[in-house]
């Protein structure tokens, strides 16, 4: 099954890019921890990965590569490469247009990103006194090129899944993560302020852009994609591409809005909004490596069979993303929920990052904890409406998602402060995932399969037997957490491997699993 190999490959090279953005982030908390300069930060690079995902990643790509696939098909890779060439000119022309307004614009646009960020000029920058506030402005000008690169650079890659060349396009994020720990490397040899740091790690991010589209455009090269820059036009395939991505753009900004508006609560509560991306960056780890790869590798495989005909094959695709999905998500999922304080432990406190600051992230990663399922199952099932040229019902069904999460996040705000955000995010989620499967199972889309429903409820006894063991390990290694961070990582990482043997064994007992998946796997 290709399906396996290619969430293989992205699942690995995404959990390297993964990893590394672990050390990236163990780095920030020993040389920021989680005070109002980290907070800056975070605020400054919201913005530019804020838009990418609405222009790029999710929207653009949602509608660009069941079209290009189509071309691809019936016409073509010549005729595709002279759609994906318009579509090139088209997102050039308007991500530039944005990027630059939010240049002009940006003192008084991130109000709507950081609005609690201090305002009282106390941190020293190297060349002068900034604010909070004023650092994230500034922070956020110097990232904001980044925008325009990452989102070329993700056209570029769903080329290439169109293509089954999996590889470099999912290697290209590990570019940014070596770019900004180069930075922190040199960090400890050149002392520069706090403030100082901040702003090489913006410039960093708009490097790293430069390596990361310049990578993907010569592997589209080696793969004999042969792109031209183009004047903007409306083309028919420009139009049918609009029809599709304004929903999906839609969608995504319903839900990144969202995110931004969260994140603007949490900037009204000290240190909340570097509390919850520390717990986001680690809920985000089994998120990009199961969710997120699944997602990129069936959205090619479900279009291409659903364009033969083969509505049965893409019923089945859908039934075994799902259980993939499931047998690697529930254990994560347990594991964070029973032991958060552990691993933000282990992997955060030291340096700057205090035991009170492991103590709110870990209340924030035990709230996130509770919707990754409905995170990784959202980016399994959304595929199954673009594969189909349906971009808007995931935009209603997202918007009602948006719709909970704010109302809720800041009533639980102003109730238990920032966690309750996160609480609210996974609310809303499972919010999604239930209107999701429900229009997929009333449209005959999807039908679970007597495997899937045979192997759930092994896969979750498994977890929970496996969640029962590391919490007793948790709290019997937590005091030998001593701030070393080769001591700690070790003890991370006995805990850790301990849990994933006990439930491959488990789960292989309860036959959430067998030896004749084992041969396949071995076998691809």
Same mark, same amino acid.
């Given at each position: 099954?290709?399906?396996?190999?290619?969430?293989?490959?992205?699942?690995?090279?995404?959990?390297?890019?993964?990893?590394?953005?672990?050390?990236?982030?163990?780095?920030?908390?020993?040389?920021?921890?989680?005070?109002?300069?980290?907070?800056?930060?975070?605020?400054?690079?919201?913005?530019?990965?804020?838009?990418?995902?609405?222009?790029?990643?999710?929207?653009?790509?949602?509608?660009?590569?069941?079209?290009?696939?189509?071309?691809?098909?019936?016409?073509?890779?010549?005729?595709?490469?002279?759609?994906?060439?318009?579509?090139?000119?088209?997102?050039?022309?308007?991500?530039?247009?944005?990027?630059?307004?939010?240049?002009?614009?940006?003192?008084?646009?991130?109000?709507?990103?950081?609005?609690?960020?201090?305002?009282?000029?106390?941190?020293?920058?190297?060349?002068?006194?900034?604010?909070?506030?004023?650092?994230?402005?500034?922070?956020?000008?110097?990232?904001?090129?980044?925008?325009?690169?990452?989102?070329?650079?993700?056209?570029?890659?769903?080329?290439? &899944?169109?293509?089954?060349?999996?590889?470099?396009?999912?290697?290209?994020?590990?570019?940014? &993560?070596?770019?900004?720990?180069?930075?922190?490397?040199?960090?400890?040899?050149?002392?520069?302020?706090?403030?100082?740091?901040?702003?090489?790690?913006?410039?960093?991010?708009?490097?790293?852009?430069?390596?990361? %589209?310049?990578?993907?455009?010569?592997?589209?090269?080696?793969?004999?994609?042969?792109?031209?820059?183009?004047?903007?036009?409306?083309?028919?395939?420009?139009?049918?591409?609009?029809?599709?991505?304004?929903?999906?753009?839609?969608?995504?900004?319903?839900?990144?809005?969202?995110?931004?508006?969260?994140?603007?609560?949490?900037?009204?509560?000290?240190?909340?909004?570097?509390?919850? &991306?520390?717990?986001?960056?680690?809920?985000?780890?089994?998120?990009?490596?199961?969710?997120?790869?699944?997602?990129?590798? %069936?959205?090619?495989?479900?279009?291409?069979?659903?364009?033969?005909?083969?509505?049965?094959?893409?019923?089945?695709?859908?039934?075994?993303?799902?259980?993939?999905?499931?047998?690697?998500?529930?254990?994560?999922?347990?594991? %964070?929920?029973?032991?958060?304080?552990?691993?933000?432990?282990?992997?955060?406190?030291?340096?700057?990052?205090?035991?009170?600051?492991?103590?709110?992230?870990?209340?924030?990663?035990?709230?996130?904890?509770?919707?990754?399922?409905?995170?990784?199952?959202?980016?399994?099932?959304?595929?199954?409406?673009?594969?189909?040229?349906?971009?808007?019902?995931?935009?209603?069904?997202?918007?009602?998602?948006?719709?909970?999460?704010?109302?809720?996040?800041?009533?639980?705000?102003?109730?238990?402060?920032?966690?309750?955000?996160?609480?609210?995010?996974?609310?809303?989620?499972?919010?999604?995932?239930?209107?999701?499967?429900?229009?997929?199972?009333?449209?005959?889309?999807?039908?679970?399969?007597?495997?899937?429903?045979?192997?759930?409820?092994?896969?979750?006894?498994?977890?929970?037997?496996?969640?029962?063991?590391?919490?007793?390990?948790?709290?019997?290694?937590?005091?030998?957490?001593?701030?070393?961070?080769?001591?700690?990582?070790?003890?991370?990482?006995?805990?850790?491997?301990?849990?994933?043997?006990?439930?491959?064994?488990?789960?292989?007992?309860?036959?959430?699993?067998?030896?004749?998946?084992?041969?396949?796997?071995?076998?691809?």
């Amino acid at each position: 099954m290709k399906l396996i190999k290619s969430t293989a490959i992205i699942g690995i090279l995404t959990l390297l890019s993964r990893v590394l953005g672990l050390i990236r982030d163990t780095l920030s908390a020993t040389y920021l921890g989680a005070g109002p300069i980290n907070d800056a930060l975070v605020t400054a690079y919201k913005i530019p990965n804020t838009f990418r995902r609405i222009f790029a990643e999710g929207a653009f790509n949602a509608a660009f590569v069941p079209l290009y696939a189509r071309k691809v098909e019936e016409e073509g890779e010549e005729q595709a490469d002279r759609f994906a060439s318009e579509a090139f000119a088209g997102l050039l022309f308007i991500v530039a247009v944005l990027v630059v307004l939010f240049e002009l614009t940006m003192p008084w646009t991130l109000n709507l990103f950081g609005a609690g960020l201090g305002r009282e000029a106390n941190i020293q920058a190297g060349f002068g006194m900034l604010s909070s506030y004023g650092l994230a402005v500034l922070g956020a000008q110097i990232t904001m090129p980044y925008l325009l690169l990452i989102s070329l650079t993700a056209m570029f890659s769903g080329i290439l &899944n169109t293509r089954h060349r999996f590889a470099v396009a999912a290697f290209v994020p590990v570019l940014l &993560n070596i770019v900004l720990i180069s930075i922190f490397i040199a960090m400890m040899k050149a002392n520069w302020s706090k403030a100082q740091l901040v702003l090489y790690l913006c410039t960093g991010m708009s490097a790293s852009g430069i390596l990361q %589209l310049s990578m993907i455009v010569w592997a589209c090269r080696r793969a004999g994609v042969k792109i031209k820059l183009l004047r903007p036009r409306m083309t028919p395939g420009v139009k049918r591409l609009l029809t599709l991505g304004v929903p999906g753009i839609l969608a995504a900004g319903i839900t990144h809005i969202n995110i931004m508006v969260s994140h603007n609560i949490s900037t009204m509560q000290a240190s909340g909004a570097s509390w919850l &991306n520390y717990a986001d960056r680690l809920y985000q780890l089994p998120l990009g490596m199961i969710g997120i790869a699944m997602g990129v590798a %069936l959205l090619p495989t479900l279009s291409r069979r659903l364009r033969s005909g083969d509505e049965q094959g893409a019923k089945t695709s859908l039934n075994r993303a799902m259980e993939i999905a499931a047998f690697l998500t529930m254990p994560a999922a347990t594991a %964070l929920v029973v032991m958060p304080e552990f691993l933000v432990g282990g992997l955060f406190e030291r340096g700057a990052f205090e035991a009170a600051d492991t103590q709110a992230t870990g209340t924030a990663l035990r709230m996130f904890a509770f919707g990754l399922p409905a995170f990784v199952l959202i980016k399994v099932l959304t595929p199954a409406f673009f594969a189909r040229e349906n971009t808007k019902t995931p935009m209603y069904y997202a918007g009602i998602s948006a719709v909970v999460n704010i109302v809720l996040g800041y009533l639980l705000f102003l109730k238990v402060g920032f966690w309750g955000l996160a609480l609210a995010t996974s609310i809303a989620g499972w919010v999604n995932v239930f209107f999701l499967i429900r229009t997929l199972l009333r449209n005959g889309n999807f039908s679970p399969d007597t495997r899937l429903l045979r192997r759930l409820p092994p896969i979750i006894l498994a977890s929970l037997f496996m969640g029962a063991a590391v919490w007793y390990l948790a709290n019997y290694f937590t005091p030998m957490l001593a701030g070393n961070i080769v001591k700690d990582y070790i003890v991370l990482g006995f805990v850790s491997l301990v849990g994933f043997l006990l439930y491959a064994v488990v789960a292989f007992v309860f036959k959430a699993y067998g030896f004749e998946d084992l041969r396949y796997v071995l076998k691809k």
